[in-house]
């Protein structure tokens, strides 16, 4: 079926006025002279209340003149952000349009360098590539993070064949910007509204700005290089534990990567983020933000590219910072693509980094609560979904191609949807051609439609669900639960993609810690003002680390209060540890995903995802943490069972 648009007469202009009749002035009246009385001297009250009269009005110019130069500041910030060079000029034109403020836009960050040695002709270097998904649907963000090393198809500019394979990271030293940009679109699939360049150089005056960043290093991190060959790397001393990092330290934390592999590095970087989004909420008043925005302006640091005709501005600005600031605890979701093979260069299939695709597009933020109940052995409380047959749908053409409306109705019909078509033979063309992503719009008077809509969206790809947002879609719906308007990114197939299962609960991988924790924290409990917790459970396989010191327990200052370390080793070169402070109000603590009651103690959850990365009991006025690996290799059961077992030193 060939869908038109048709397009309707335009109204005649409207009379132009306020409709009240004026009665014509009347006729001058000749001149009178009289006498005014000499005005009364004021009274004290009148007096002091035209001073503060005028004071009202002194300090109201005063907060105007602030406030315009606030209002410039900030526009001049905004401009100064804009695209600079040419080659961030260049990919605006591959960025897509976000048209509705509802709906979610997708980031590509990348952080380059260019290092003294490489010379002056040598191209710089794309050390991180991340995507960012902001969703004020779902009030979620979502982190994609691709390895440097991944080998994969290098795009260039507008050409649909690759110009070459390689790593991932080599398509910035190729192509430029453009090359990144076109590469990760190409191999996820995604459209990008955003492109965003972060000179490496900034990375320390940054975090030397905010004043350091607090974050969790899960081991010993030490080398000096002495011009061996096992020494020739960066120098890094780093002791394990949460500690503010300043920026140099943050730096070779992010960036090493030389006794494990590009895994662990990009965990090191989604890690860094987080900490930088936790302090942010945490501590970061308007006076520093100022000036962190002051550096970042003043080096060039940060270049950020929108779609030609969208400049990014100050309401852009204000629009997602207004979104993060909002944002509830939990949201944050950082996915990985998984089954990575290789170790200098890695490798992965397409259907694994298509399900990496489908997880960072759909976060769930009942996963939290889900995944805790299986690894508890709770029951589950089944939700109620919509089936296909049962979900009447409609679907309108939204980009103008012609027989985009019956190939999607014909796809969906194939899933078992009961497919109807707007009323009174009207074609089947949503109210405008502009859309870009795909929309599926529930009926919000039944409840069972949002579920139902978000199960045509996964099938679709790229597509936001939202309420039907007014008449003119509802009168083409028909009195659908679901009408579907096909975007741009529909390409007359469905998405390749499987829906996740229901998590399956697995015995905790543990063995007894055979008092060994108890005998290393037994000289420390009169050292510490908060009564010490020992493990009787540790991961299965795991040991004390020691690491480069003589002692596996380190005890120092966090937040100004005691605090203490445990390092424990698994497999070849894996650590996960234990915290125990005094600091209840630690910037890591305050962006939990849930709390449970568990025989009358109190733990707090946060998950990366599906994997709980730490399990933290509250109780005495203390904290204690379990937290898991780079890679969260410890499974949700044994997390829970290590924090379950802690028993209280006597004191």
Not at 224 to 245: E, F, M
Request: hydrophobic share 40%.
């Amino acid at each position: 079926m060939r869908t038109t648009l048709k397009r309707g007469i335009g109204r005649g202009a409207e009379v132009n006025g306020n409709g009240h009749g004026v009665i014509p002035p009347g006729a001058l009246s000749p001149v009178t002279l009289y006498r005014q009385a000499p005005p009364a001297k004021p009274g004290l009250a009148k007096v002091i209340g035209k001073f503060f009269l005028w004071l009202f009005v002194l300090l109201v110019m005063l907060v105007a003149g602030l406030a315009g130069g606030f209002y410039l500041w900030a526009h001049e910030t905004a401009a100064a952000f804009r695209c600079q060079t040419l080659d961030c000029k260049k990919t605006q034109s591959h960025l897509a349009v976000v048209n509705d403020p509802h709906q979610a836009a997708i980031a590509l960050v990348i952080g380059y360098d260019h290092r003294a040695g490489d010379g002056t002709g040598s191209p710089s270097r794309s050390d991180t590539m991340m995507l960012i998904r902001a969703d004020p649907g779902t009030k979620t963000i979502s982190l994609l993070s691709f390895p440097r090393d991944l080998v994969v198809p290098i795009y260039c500019g507008k050409a649909n064949y690759p110009v070459d394979h390689g790593r991932i990271n080599s398509a910035y030293a190729i192509c430029g910007a453009t090359g990144s940009l076109e590469t990760v679109r190409h191999l996820t699939g995604l459209p990008v509204n955003y492109m965003i360049s972060v000179n490496f150089g900034g990375f320390v005056a940054t975090v030397n700005k905010l004043g350091g960043v607090w974050m969790d290093i899960d081991r010993r991190y030490y080398n000096k290089n002495v011009g061996t060959l096992s020494t020739n790397y960066a120098n890094i001393d780093l002791q394990p534990g949460y500690q503010l990092l300043n920026g140099q330290q943050a730096l070779e934390f992010v960036r090493f990567r030389h006794t494990d592999s590009d895994l662990y590095r990009l965990a090191r970087q989604q890690e860094f983020i987080t900490a930088m989004r936790q302090q942010a909420a945490h501590s970061l008043g308007a006076q520093s933000v100022i000036g962190l925005v002051n550096r970042i302006k003043e080096h060039h640091y940060v270049e950020i590219a929108s779609p030609q005709g969208h400049e990014f501005n100050l309401s852009t600005i204000y629009s997602y910072a207004n979104f993060a600031r909002g944002l509830p605890s939990g949201h944050v979701f950082q996915t990985k693509v998984t089954q990575v093979t290789g170790y200098n260069e890695l490798f992965a299939s397409q259907s694994t980094i298509d399900t990496a695709v489908q997880d960072f597009m759909n976060p769930d933020v009942e996963t939290a609560r889900t995944n805790t109940a299986v690894a508890l052995g709770r029951k589950l409380k089944k939700k109620f979904v919509l089936p296909p047959a049962k979900t009447t749908l409609t679907v309108l053409n939204g980009n103008g191609v012609a027989g985009s409306a019956s190939n999607g109705s014909y796809l969906l019909g194939q899933k078992g949807y009961k497919v109807v078509v707007p009323a009174s033979g009207q074609p089947a063309n949503a109210p405008t051609w502009t859309y870009f992503h795909s929309k599926a719009y529930f009926d919000p008077a039944r409840g069972a439609c949002k579920g139902a809509a978000g199960g045509v969206a996964k099938l679709v790809g790229s597509t936001d669900v939202a309420p039907v947002p007014g008449p003119k879609i509802t009168k083409l719906s028909n009195g659908a639960c679901v009408t579907l308007v096909v975007g741009s990114t529909f390409h007359d197939h469905l998405a390749p993609i499987t829906l996740p299962q229901a998590p399956v609960r697995h015995p905790p991988l543990i063995s007894s810690d055979g008092g060994t924790s108890r005998a290393a924290l037994v000289k420390y409990k009169k050292r510490l003002p908060f009564r010490l917790q020992y493990p009787t459970v540790i991961s299965r396989g795991s040991q004390l680390d020691t690491g480069y010191s003589e002692t596996p327990v380190r005890v120092y200052k966090l937040g100004g209060q005691p605090t203490i370390r445990l390092t424990y080793r698994f497999g070849a070169n894996q650590y996960w540890g234990i915290q125990e402070s005094g600091w209840k109000d630690a910037p890591i603590l305050a962006d939990k995903s849930l709390s449970q009651w568990v025989k009358g103690r109190r733990f707090d959850l946060y998950y990366n995802g599906s994997h709980l990365h730490m399990v933290v009991l509250r109780t005495g006025g203390a904290t204690y943490w379990v937290v898991n690996s780079l890679l969260d290799e410890l499974s949700n059961e044994t997390m829970l069972a290590i924090a379950r077992g802690f028993r209280p030193m006597t004191r």
